[in-house]
């Protein structure tokens, strides 16, 4: 795994995890979405908490989009979850939220998981899938 | 019925934002290297050249759907619940999705690791 890679994979994971954090804030203070008035999720918008959450996410939208320029998708989903690791430990730490020991296994699992997926090949050669190959295609569009 | 009301959110936004990654992915494999993209050409190029792939545009349209229900979800449970449970059950669809839309190789080591965020996803919901 190159330095490239693993910046993309931790920027990826950061900015996830502390924007789902930020959003769950936000709708603290905006409070509970009843179905008979959905369109009051709308005015979350106007919340500075979802507007940082949602600045973050945009931060992780442009890395994800980056990873996949290169990766595939199966091989960038992973640093998805990373994610969650950072989520657990700021509900925990910054919401209060209580997390118990089979969540924090969860997370243990869900990094295993990241790893293995890390160690392996990030992007199916077009040779494996020569139907699926169309590089002149793609080099007469970039 | 509460928990039925938040698993039903988190199943619809696990589908939009499947169906989303998907065809983000088939976009950015058409505009290729985006770092060197930008070298070359800038950011603003960058933008020009994504937003004229029409499957990142309806990706869009399916992850902006799916964010409007995770704050619906939000609203409704623990975000140390609906963030990790709703995400790690889209990484599992849309690597069945990528294997048979984008064809991608998903070896053993990638449906082992699936199969590790699937145990991990049930134990966050504990």
């Given at each position: 795994m190159t330095i490239k890679k693993a910046l993309i994979y931790a920027a990826i994971a950061c900015c996830n995890g502390i924007g789902d954090v930020m959003l769950k804030r936000g709708m603290t203070d905006v409070g509970t979405i009843h179905l008979d008035q959905w369109?009051?999720?709308?005015?979350?918008?106007?919340n500075p908490w979802i507007v940082l959450g949602i600045g973050c996410l945009a931060g992780f939208f442009y890395s994800y989009l980056t990873a996949l320029s290169w990766a595939d998708l199966s091989y960038v989903l992973p640093a998805t979850a990373l994610g969650y690791v950072v989520t657990t430990v700021l509900s925990r730490y910054f919401l209060h939220e209580q997390v118990s020991p089979w969540r924090w296994s969860g997370v243990l699992l869900i990094s295993v998981g990241v790893g293995l997926v890390t160690r392996g090949p990030s992007l199916t050669q077009p040779e494996i899938e020569p139907v699926e190959a169309v590089p002149e295609e793609v080099h007469e569009l970039v | 019925m509460n928990w039925f009301r938040l698993w039903t959110a988190i199943g619809v936004l696990v589908l939009s934002s499947s169906a989303g990654d998907v065809m983000l992915s088939a976009a950015m494999k058409r505009v290729g290297d985006m770092d060197a993209l930008r070298s070359n050409h800038g950011l603003l190029a960058v933008m020009v050249r994504v937003l004229k792939e029409k499957f990142f545009l309806l990706g869009l349209v399916c992850l902006t759907f799916s964010f409007f229900c995770l704050l619906t979800a939000l609203s409704w449970g623990d975000v140390s619940l609906v963030a990790p449970a709703s995400a790690s059950l889209t990484f599992i669809c849309s690597i069945v999705l990528a294997k048979f839309f984008?064809?991608?190789?998903?070896d053993h080591r990638r449906w082992i690791a699936a199969g590790l965020v699937c145990v991990g996803v049930a134990l966050l919901a504990k």
């Open positions: 369109q009051h999720v709308f005015t979350a918008v106007f | 984008l064809k991608e190789r998903v």
